[in-house]
């Protein structure tokens, strides 16, 4: 399911809107002010953006400014009351995708989401990692990985549970021979490797810290 995160004051339209996208499979965030946004996008990883530019304590657009510049790519559209050709190019200076024009038809916004979320490639970025989960390939500092299928799938089960351990029993599911020295004798060779640091966690599993 693809998260969303919308940004609107307006409690009428975002309730109205959250229940239409939920009722189409999407998980949907609500900001109701700039600050609001700025939090959940750090605590959060989402796949599109719903921007209003008229909001409390921090528009839309300088919000959208601020993400691009912390290297957030977060496809983006804005939804805006304000249509005159000036906001409407410092939406799209500042990153946006789209651009909609209140009052809208929430079944054309549907469709431009759709356009958004259906090019993306399920992917999962950590530290210098790129991981596509598709066909699990994987890529470090930009460099094409190439690990067996056993530390690959240890790799990736680690790094999705990231900051929280992977259970022994739940890694041992991985192994061709599942045995507890199996298990430590491929995480040490990650841990060789790779830049990354492995803990064992006393009578759980294992996590990257």
Do not use: C
């Not at 600050?35 to 530019?53: R, T």
């Not at 790129?130 to 699990?136: Q, R």
């Amino acid at each position: 399911m693809h998260r969303l995160l919308l940004l609107e004051d307006d409690p009428n339209l975002s309730k109205t809107l959250i229940k239409y996208l939920k009722l189409n499979g999407y998980e949907v965030d609500w900001a109701k002010n700039g600050e609001e946004a700025v939090e959940l996008s750090y605590q959060n990883s989402y796949d599109l953006y719903l921007f209003d530019i008229n909001v409390p304590l921090l528009d839309g657009i300088d919000l959208l400014t601020q993400l691009r510049n912390a290297e957030d790519f977060t496809p983006t559209i804005i939804i805006s009351a304000m249509v005159d050709i000036e906001s409407i190019t410092k939406g799209f200076i500042a990153g946006a995708d789209d651009y909609v024009k209140k009052p809208f038809d929430p079944e054309e916004l549907l469709i431009r989401i759709k356009a958004k979320t259906a090019s993306l490639k399920q992917k999962l970025v950590f530290r210098d990692f790129e991981i596509d989960l598709d066909s699990h390939e994987i890529r470090y500092k930009k460099e094409l990985l190439h690990l067996g299928v056993v530390q690959k799938n240890l790799l990736i089960a680690l790094i999705q549970n990231y900051p929280n351990p992977v259970t022994k029993d739940e890694l041992l599911l991985l192994l061709d021979k599942p045995t507890d020295l199996a298990l430590r004798v491929n995480i040490a060779k990650l841990k060789k490797n790779l830049d990354i640091k492995i803990q064992s966690i006393r009578g759980v599993g294992y996590k990257i810290i």
